[in-house]
């Protein structure tokens, strides 16, 4: 063995023995007649020190140690002098005499400090990925990930789950996002694609008579990149036969508040229970459909009230057919000309044409729409609004899907300015009742609200012919602070009506048994009724371990541009690679 112990398993009750200890210097201090040497593993740290009385050579040798060199010390543990602990480590009660050094490998002046959380470059930290994960930040989230892993699968275990691998390379079956595409070089022509997600392999897991499945799946997307996606991810996937929508929600309630009072216990869950919305009620009073319940504010529909007001905008808006919302601030009255223009932009980048406003004064209503506002409009407003003195009241009038977006970004940053988005409190829901389609403006044609496999509810089935955008779908999606952490649903197990909605979703009975014929022809050897869920777990971790984006969890992300500047890909490979593959690359001019 190259160490007798780790650096952070050292205690009072160590003293007098002989160790060996292997790590990383971390931080070097000379004191003249002592030096002293923080050495660092994954464990923690410990105290080092060189004392020329022991051994001039050795001394000379800690003379030249510097950070990040990589050694191996022997030596004898001893109490450390009486006003000299540090109750900041857990070793801070003892030192380690050395009496042997050997250098196990140098290193050259790291881009960044190691010891410190100094403010680096994003890009320079994934550049040198593997010096980020030595520092304090990082080491702790990928052991909290990797914790949180470990007992969800003892969790999902303990249910009844099989955890039960699935393809990385499957058949192209376009379901939403973009694939990734393998080309087989044994079938010139042909293709494998990564998968989106196990969607339809775990609903053939369900026919094949595994009633609790579980995975944790790795899954790929080639879409935009955000700060809470990446194009490869991992998502706990779960799948349940002979169960209903309350099943499904039921266990996965019980997991999640177990896994945060055991690994993030400094969060206050808010409510236990979980609360519950439907996805209506979500998009009118918070403007998204994964509302951060941690606050009140909500948005307030005033389209019947000001249809035919004086104000154009107001009057236009409701008169296409869109939608006017206001928001309520207590406490806004306080607010600059800068503030309220930098909310206008916001407005502006989610789609809206602007932000009109009314300040509620000790004195006055500032507002500069106040001129085409009767009195009675105005009443209107504090009495459905609620305003007072000293609020401030933001409106938005456009379509509902853009009114929606705005007035519930505008929610969120006023509650940022007045800090009720209390990160130690988790407000986790679920968001229930969604559409089963939404209506693609570019295509003039509905789409699938999350994927063509989840269950419409059955009193809504008779409207599939007459309706079908009024249809409701058996689908939840779990949210924790304003973001969507899993979602789920109900799925088909009947092939007419899986038929159906591919029919509604204008998918050719030939093109359906290209891309789906499999699980069509699955469901005609008794399908269980079934339904699942899946879990973003980056997200979840982010979550807990209170990052700004899911990059800081995940141990060798890509950047924003999904580059990989670690390892400098995507890159060109050899001609004679490509054309084995059969492929013609041809790149588009610029």
């Not at 955890?163 to 293709?191: A, C």
């Not at 940053?413 to 007045?418: H, M």
């Not at 779990?478 to 109900?490: K, P, Q, W």
């Amino acid at each position: 063995m190259m160490r007798t112990n780790t650096c952070n398993e050292l205690n009072e009750s160590h003293k007098g023995r002989e160790v060996t200890l292997c790590g990383w210097v971390h931080r070097r201090r000379d004191h003249g007649n002592l030096i002293f040497i923080d050495l660092r593993d994954r464990y923690g740290l410990t105290q080092v020190v060189s004392d020329p009385a022991v051994s001039e050579e050795l001394h000379a040798q800690f003379d030249k140690l510097r950070p990040e060199y990589v050694i191996q010390i022997k030596g004898n543990v001893r109490k450390r002098p009486e006003g000299m602990t540090n109750k900041n480590m857990e070793s801070g009660g003892i030192e380690v005499l050395c009496r042997e050094l050997n250098v196990l490998n140098e290193s050259i002046v790291p881009p960044f400090e190691i010891d410190q959380d100094k403010e680096v470059s994003e890009e320079m930290r994934l550049k040198f990925r593997y010096l980020d994960l030595r520092r304090e930040r990082m080491k702790s989230n990928m052991i909290l990930r990797h914790k949180l892993i470990k007992r969800l699968r003892d969790l999902m275990d303990e249910r009844g789950f099989l955890e039960i691998e699935t393809p990385i390379m499957i058949k192209g079956t376009p379901e939403g996002s973009r694939e990734y595409m393998v080309p087989s070089r044994l079938y010139p022509g042909n293709f494998y694609v990564l998968p989106q997600s196990p969607q339809q392999l775990k609903q053939l897991l369900m026919v094949a008579g595994f009633d609790r499945y579980f995975q944790i799946a790795r899954c790929f997307r080639d879409e935009d990149q955000r700060g809470d996606r990446q194009p490869e991810f991992t998502q706990l996937d779960m799948e349940m036969s002979f169960v209903q929508e309350e099943d499904v929600m039921n266990v996965n309630e019980e997991i999640m508040i177990k896994l945060t009072e055991e690994l993030a216990p400094n969060k206050k869950i808010m409510s236990k229970p979980f609360g519950r919305i439907t996805w209506q009620r979500a998009m009118d009073e918070f403007g998204v459909d994964k509302p951060d319940m941690r606050f009140g504010m909500p948005i307030t529909d005033l389209t019947e009230e000001l249809k035919s007001c004086g104000f154009k905008v107001f009057s236009d808006a409701a008169g296409s057919g869109g939608k006017i919302r206001a928001l309520r601030v207590e406490g806004g009255a306080s607010y600059t000309r800068r503030e309220i223009d930098e909310l206008t932009e916001t407005a502006r980048a989610y789609g809206g044409k602007g932000l009109a406003y009314m300040q509620f004064t000790e004195s006055e209503i500032k507002s500069p729409i106040l001129k085409f506002l009767n009195d009675g409009d105005v009443n209107v407003i504090k009495e459905k609004t609620g305003a007072q003195t000293g609020d401030i009241v933001f409106f938005g009038a456009d379509k509902f899907v853009t009114v929606c977006a705005v007035m519930g970004q505008v929610r969120l940053i006023c509650g940022d300015k007045a800090g009720v988005r209390d990160p130690n409190i988790f407000a986790f829901c679920w968001v229930t009742d969604w559409p089963l389609f939404s209506w693609n403006e570019d295509d003039q044609r509905l789409n699938a609200e999350h994927h063509p496999f989840t269950a419409p509810f059955d009193e809504d089935i008779k409207l599939l012919d007459s309706s079908p955008e009024s249809v409701r779908a058996k689908a939840y999606d779990l949210v924790l602070n304003g973001s969507e952490i899993g979602g789920g649903s109900i799925r088909i197990h009947d092939r007419k009506l899986q038929s159906k909605i591919f029919d509604i979703l204008k998918i050719s009975s030939e093109d359906a048994e290209r891309r789906f014929g499999h699980l069509l022809k699955a469901f005609e050897y008794g399908a269980p009724p079934h339904g699942g869920i899946a879990w973003g777990l980056d997200r979840v971790v982010m979550i807990f371990r209170d990052e700004p984006n899911i990059r800081e969890v995940i141990a060798f992300p890509k950047d924003q541009k999904a580059r990989d500047l670690l390892l400098n890909s995507p890159s060109p490979l050899p001609d004679e690679q490509v054309a084995e593959a059969h492929i013609a690359v041809k790149i588009p001019k610029t």
